[in-house]
């Protein structure tokens, strides 16, 4: 009992810190200027309908259009207001991903019900990790909402509730393109608990949510729109072997030319180029990781394979934005009842956030100290190749030991002897 009674008072001094630190971030001005986009994104939604939320050259997909058009019925200002200059504007415009945070919180709680103690660590690491508020309450990133969909499918998956957690994985994908990665290892499950025809069921449910959600667009050409200007952000505006994501491009991009983007259509042989590289190194070791859960369908390593999926497309891809690991960060703290998976998850997480830092420094004293030398970016992507080589070696290891474990009971099976 008084275990119980002191866990409910960490849990709640966190809770109470976590929503201190938001409020007082949420007004931040508009640093990088992307708020600003948005807001003019939701402008143009309050002005002309959510139908044509595609007019305008949004690169997130409808589940965002939804929620802007949620913000703009609710605040009339947004048919004038066209910046984030407006300290309200602002913290309405970061409210949807500061909830998405809360949710995060009670997720992996929930995930990690079973160790109370390791459950309220988990929720608290969430609402107190640097990266994550900085993310949504102070930059005003959407990162949050994604993962919360996609964590929330983890859960309903491990608990036999393959066709909620494939809606839930489509929502996902709906919000934010960079929850792809993430199809491989959920495929890879439904196959494996499901069979064919688990899968097929599974994608059917997944199909259907996405071609509900563009339903309401399809009139004004919102899906082609969509996809143009992607085309556009990926090809031109985007493309650099890294956008501040410290993986191995970022170190070609370094030594190449130190401090500027190098365009990642350079070729290499032929047609080849740095871009195809990355698909195909970044498409060989996701059939790994699928390979991976379909030999050992289980509920860790369902996790442990989500991880290692965001993270080698975080590292080998060209175009990543330093937020594209973000995913990982959180779960991988649903494996910290584990000695290892703490330290390694401590470690990821500075790693993260000093990442966010140099990439979007919040104030110029901070900016000083982190772009005060190139050195930080090339220690920093190593420290990162280097967990999601431990987690990528984690998953390959847990499948040698399955393949072992396979043949040592058909032996057993086949000359009644032990193993």
């Not at 810190?17 to 409020?23: A, D, M, P, S, W």
């Not at 983007?261 to 180029?273: E, K, L």
């Not at 859960?293 to 990543?320: H, Y």
């Not at 050195?375 to 967990?387: E, K, Q, T, W």
Request: aromatic share 10%.
């Amino acid at each position: 009992m008084e275990t119980a009674v002191r866990s409910g008072v960490i849990a709640a001094a966190g809770l109470a810190l976590g929503l201190v630190i938001r409020l007082l971030l949420l007004p931040a001005p508009d640093v990088t200027g992307d708020i600003t986009t948005f807001v003019a994104w939701v402008h143009g939604i309050a002005l002309h309908g959510l139908a044509h939320a595609y007019d305008e050259p949004l690169s997130f997909p409808p589940v965002m259009a939804y929620l802007w058009g949620v913000l703009a019925a609710v605040d009339p200002a947004f048919r004038t207001v066209t910046d984030g200059t407006d300290p309200s504007i602002r913290v309405l415009m970061k409210v949807p991903p500061t909830l998405a945070d809360f949710g995060l919180a009670l997720l992996v709680a929930y995930a990690l019900r079973d160790r109370p103690r390791w459950a309220v660590a988990g929720a608290i690491a969430i609402l107190l990790h640097p990266a994550v508020f900085y993310v949504s309450a102070w930059w005003g990133q959407y990162e949050s909402i994604y993962v919360l969909f996609a964590l929330a499918a983890t859960v309903l998956a491990i608990n036999g509730r393959n066709g909620w957690a494939a809606a839930l994985i489509a929502l996902s994908l709906m919000t934010k393109p960079q929850a792809l990665p993430m199809l491989v290892p959920f495929a890879a499950w439904f196959w494996a608990t499901g069979g064919w025809l688990g899968l097929l069921r599974t994608a059917a449910i997944g199909a259907a949510v996405i071609v509900v959600l563009w339903l309401p667009f399809v009139a004004a050409n919102g899906p082609s729109n969509y996809l143009r200007g992607v085309a556009e952000y990926q090809n031109e505006r985007y493309a650099a072997l890294s956008i501040w994501g410290w993986n191995i491009w970022w170190l070609v991009q370094e030594t190449a030319a130190p401090g500027r983007f190098v365009s990642d259509d350079v070729t290499v042989a032929g047609p080849v180029t740095l871009r195809h590289i990355g698909l195909v190194a970044t498409a060989l070791l996701e059939c790994l990781v699928a390979l991976a859960v379909i030999r050992d369908p289980r509920p860790r390593t369902l996790v442990v394979a989500l991880a290692a999926s965001v993270l080698v497309a975080f590292s080998f891809l060209t175009t990543m934005h330093e937020r594209y690991s973000y995913a990982a960060l959180v779960f991988m703290l649903l494996l910290i009842p584990e000695p290892r998976w703490r330290w390694l998850s401590l470690a990821f997480g500075i790693v993260v956030s000093v990442n966010l830092l140099t990439a979007a420094p919040a104030t110029p004293e901070i900016h000083s100290v982190v772009r005060a030398t190139d050195l930080i970016g090339i220690v920093g992507s190593v420290a990162m190749l280097a967990v999601t080589g431990i987690v990528y070696a984690s998953l390959a290891r847990r499948e040698r030991l399955v393949g072992q474990s396979a043949s040592a009971s058909s032996q057993k099976g086949a000359t009644g002897t032990p193993a």
